[in-house]
């Protein structure tokens, strides 16, 4: 063993332990070594602390000592040298602009062409815009190098200053390049990079040539990455197509549906749907291949890559329904897929529903519904929700039986998210007494402030039951939210003039708010024979301060309602109502046929 490796074994170790106090001492003097295995072994310790998840520490202070490893002739120590660089150049500015040259002289190495591209890639992707000026001349000897991995990352690299600064790429003038790159290279993924280029900062281009050329470079085998952007401006250029010459396209990427990329199976289902949205006469020749393909794509992969393809399978279906995946590759299954891809599932399963496999969707729903996980089951129900507000007639009839049939259960978590989505349907003709029986069964007040609104609408339309549940209500009144006390005196207002004088007498020893004290105030006056033995002195609604307004920055009707000014006016438009009215005195007690016709002209 020389004195080299000895050196190099002595610094050796696991990089990813955790730095113990005074190491950045230590590696400031490692990349200071004469020995470049030495420096190089630093330079490893330093990344691999900056990658680690467990590294809390800032190597920003080892700046220019890893700036000085940049003269070692390694490619691996350059390599991970420009690691660093790219991550810290922001801290040290100053520092990279005094390195620019060794960066371009690294652009013009003769002996190895990764160096190349990494001296250009970082250039390029330094996020200073005093750097703008040092890209012109590697750039472009970078384009026109003869190694294909370095015109692919030169042609990248237009495409990072195309997006950072327009100005500068317009001044450079590097569409024709790049366009004669596109159709002349012979490299398959310098092509494709071109061509993603293109596509990205919106480059004009002949469209005849572009096709002729895509279908080269199609045969060409550029890559999976190539082959998604080849189908992508197969998308945009052969949309505007005649059905003869669309057919041909069609029939070579019909081809990539059978790939094993599910990003060029996307790409390539994107194309036909673009090109037969314009020919419709000929989508059956392809709506059994792509639903076999978005069938096998749903149910196949990683979740986090179904989510996607359910997503936009959404998207497809949507324009689309005859591209559908078939609907027993969507089994609902919530104890092996996550809440966000069930979630995404529904959502597809509710979108290509219609009244042929409504019954077979309605099976899947109400056998999963009763599951003990309640945010699988509120999807459920928000599912039948949705199905039921897209239906009408018998098969809204059926949704909503169902929805009755899950509140009967006469678990709380079901009934709570039943209940709110029959209120979200606003559905009056059905018979809820069954429901509010179940309600009364329990002997625990359900918690959700949604569901006892739901449950109080209900009340409303079924009379002789409604009674029970609202003098429950009443009982617990002074327990409940604002909004739900609210809506306790709008039941009790429709339903019992007695048991609406009790919320009253309840809602009065408690300090409510001004919403509550004005809501008892309006609906006294609307019931005309109710003797109230509430006195409204001791019910006076929470009076706020007035805001200081600048009648000078409003406009006239705004400074009138400031200053009081529109109060005859006021008094002229209530003088008319009640002419309306049939001269029906406002101070006084309205009768309730009446309160309609009031609400209608004021707009209430």
Known sequence: MNAAEAAVSLTRGNYFEEKERGELRELKDEL??????????????????????????????????????????????????????????????????????????????????????????????????????????????????????????AVMAIGKLCMRNREYFDDMELEGTLLELFMVDKDGWVSASALAVILECGIACDSQKML?????????????????HVLRAYGQFAVNLSWEEASHVLKRVSACLNHGNPAVVMAA?????LTTLNHPDHVALYDRRVSACLSTLVQSGPPELRFVVLELVKDIVTSCPSFAPNLQYLTINPDADPLYLTNAKLQ?????????????????????VKHHDPQFTDL?????????????????????????????????????????????????????????????????????????????????QTRTVGVQVLMRFIDSLVDESSIVQ???????????????????????????????SERIRFYIDCIDHFTPHVQLTECEPVRYEPVPVDIDSIGTFESMLVTGSCD?????????????????????????????????NFEL
């Open 212 to 228: 002729s050329r895509l279908a080269t470079l199609f045969d060409a085998n550029p890559g999976e990455w190539g082959l998604v």
């Open 486 to 516: 609210s809506a306790v005196l709008e039941t009790s207002h429709l339903l019992d003039t007695h048991l609406f004088e009790q919320a009253c007498l309840v809602l009065k020893k408690l300090n409510h708010s001004f919403d509550i």
């Open 348 to 368: 597809v399963i509710a979108s290509i529903a219609n009244r042929d496999n409504l019954l077979v969707i309605l099976g899947e729903l109400c056998e999963n």
């Open 32 to 153: 200071n070594s004469e020995l470049g295995l030495v420096r190089r072994e630093a330079v490893r310790k330093v990344i691999a602390g900056m990658t680690a998840a467990s590294a809390r520490e800032d190597f920003g202070s080892l700046f220019p000592d890893i700036l000085r490893c940049l003269q070692s002739k390694d490619v691996e120590t350059k390599r991970l040298v420009y690691l660093y660089i790219s991550n810290y150049a922001m801290q040290h500015a100053d520092l990279v602009l005094l390195a620019m040259n060794t960066f371009v002289r690294d652009t013009e190495n003769k002996r190895s062409s990764q160096v190349r591209c990494l001296a250009l890639r970082t250039i390029t992707s330094l996020p200073l815009p005093s750097v703008v000026e040092y890209v012109d001349d590697p750039l472009r000897r970078g384009l026109k190098d003869e190694h294909p991995s370095v015109r692919r990352t």
């Open 380 to 460: 459920i129900i928000a599912t039948m929700r949705d199905l039921a507000v897209r239906f009408d007639g018998q098969f809204r009839e059926m949704i909503v039986k169902q929805l009755i049939d899950v509140a009967l259960t006469g678990l709380v978590p079901l009934f709570q998210s039943s209940v709110i989505a029959l209120r979200s349907l606003n559905i009056s003709d059905v018979d809820y007494s069954s429901i509010l029986t179940v309600y009364l069964a329990f002997t625990q007040p359900i918690e959700k402030d949604e569901a006892k609104c739901a449950v109080l609408w209900m009340c409303r």
């Open 269 to 273: 289902i994107k194309v036909i749907l």
């Open 568 to 600: 005859d006016d006021y008094d002229e438009i209530e003088t008319d109502s009640v002419e309306d009215t049939d001269a029906v005195k406002l101070n006084g007690h309205i009768q309730a046929e009446e309160i309609e016709d009031i609400m209608t």
